[in-house]
């Protein structure tokens, strides 16, 4: 996963985008392959990596790694760590990340529908 450098115009749009219009903002911070598939797994409670690692079996370590990071950066994710042998570490959503749940439904929803009128 690369970022856009920030002398570019994709890099420009972008913020100039999310500036303007704040649904953009919103769907730039949830964007992303394996986002919305960790927020979901978050949405019932904490979870450790390998947890995650197990729900979602196509995502590499790294892959999974970075996404959470981005998910921390953005605070929609908390990451809290244990003072013990072995580490333990595990993930939530944040309050912010909570509210994300309603939204979740609605594109359950509506991803449901919009496969039975693809199948008509």
């Not at 244990?82 to 749940?101: D, F, H, I, M, N």
Request: a positive charge; glycine letters at 4%; proline letters at 3%.
């Amino acid at each position: 996963m690369s970022k856009i450098k920030e002398t570019s115009t994709n890099y420009e749009n972008k913020q100039t985008l999310s500036a303007d219009c704040v649904e953009i903002y919103a769907a730039t911070l949830i964007s992303g392959q394996w986002t919305l598939a960790i927020c979901c797994h978050l949405s019932y409670g904490k979870l450790r990596f390998g947890e995650l690692r197990k729900r979602i079996p196509n995502i590499t370590e790294r892959m999974l790694t970075l996404q959470l990071r981005k998910l921390e950066e953005n605070k929609l994710v908390k990451r809290t760590v244990y003072a013990q042998v072995p580490p333990k570490v595990e993930y939530e959503l944040t309050k912010s990340g909570q509210q994300l749940r309603p939204i979740l439904n609605q594109l359950e929803e509506w991803g449901k529908n919009h496969q039975q009128w693809q199948a008509e």
